[in-house]
């Protein structure tokens, strides 16, 4: 079966510590994407890559980093800058084709990150 | 700067009613407007409309985009229990970003 796995489920950390998300699609998809979820808040884009190698900061990225090694990945590090960590993290992937495509994003089931 | 705005942040009926989901939005290129259903973790795409006055039906879902005065509209019919999610709306822009809106979580009571 095609999707977009994320893991782990829950991730707790002390303050000060980076941590990584991990994010991984067999859709063979070209873009991915990583969003933060906030209780009353809509999704908000934190890194996007269009291609291998290549990434674009979101709106809001300062804190988190990213790479892109490979095409079926996209690994978020959380990093000790980022002041309010502790979120719903969503990744999220699309084609690159036409039309609908565009648009229309796949989704893994997320990580909820505690830091204390 | 863009922004999607829906209400009502929540909703609450019983099932079998009928529940009308809004979304307004001001984004300066839009390309598509979208909906999704989003029940415990990962947002399911519904629809995508990109024309004015297309309604887009699905079984006892259906959604109508109106480009001139800036708004969409999920409309559900005869609700059941596993309808209750939250519903985001999200726009597209020209460069393939989606612009989210805060949702409205919908309940629905037996």
């Known amino acids: 079966d095609g999707g977009i796995t994320q893991s782990p489920k829950y991730l707790f950390r002390k303050e000060g510590q980076n941590v990584t998300l991990s994010c991984e699609q067999n859709?063979?998809?070209?873009?991915m994407y990583w969003y933060r979820q906030d209780p009353g808040q809509g999704l908000r884009l934190i890194y996007y890559?269009?291609?291998?190698?290549?990434?674009q900061k979101g709106d809001i990225a300062e804190g988190y980093s990213v790479s892109r090694e490979k095409k079926e990945s996209f690994p978020l590090t959380v990093t000790s800058a980022q002041k309010n960590p502790t979120a719903f993290y969503l990744c999220?992937?699309?084609?690159?084709?036409?039309?609908?495509?565009?648009?229309?994003?796949?989704f893994g089931p997320g990580t909820r990150l505690t830091v204390t | 700067e863009d922004k999607v705005v829906q209400s009502p942040l929540s909703l609450v009926v019983h099932e079998g009613d009928t529940v009308t989901l809004n979304c307004s939005y001001e984004?300066?290129?839009?390309?598509?407007l979208l909906w999704y259903k989003q029940e415990k973790k990962a947002p399911t795409f519904l629809f995508m409309l990109?024309?004015s006055g297309i309604e887009k039906k699905s079984g006892r879902l259906s959604s109508i985009l109106d480009k001139k005065e800036l708004f969409s509209i999920l409309n559900i019919t005869a609700t059941q229990t596993g309808d209750s999610a939250v519903y985001l709306c999200?726009?597209?822009?020209?460069?393939?970003?989606?612009?989210w809106g805060a949702g409205t979580k919908l309940i629905i009571k037996p």
């Open positions: 859709l063979n998809h070209d873009a």
């Open positions: 890559s269009q291609i291998v190698n290549d990434f």
């Open positions: 984004v300066t290129n839009f390309r598509s």
């Open positions: 999200a726009v597209g822009d020209s460069n393939y970003q989606l612009i």
């Open positions: 999220a992937s699309s084609t690159r084709t036409s039309g609908r495509d565009l648009y229309e994003q796949y």
């Open positions: 990109t024309s």
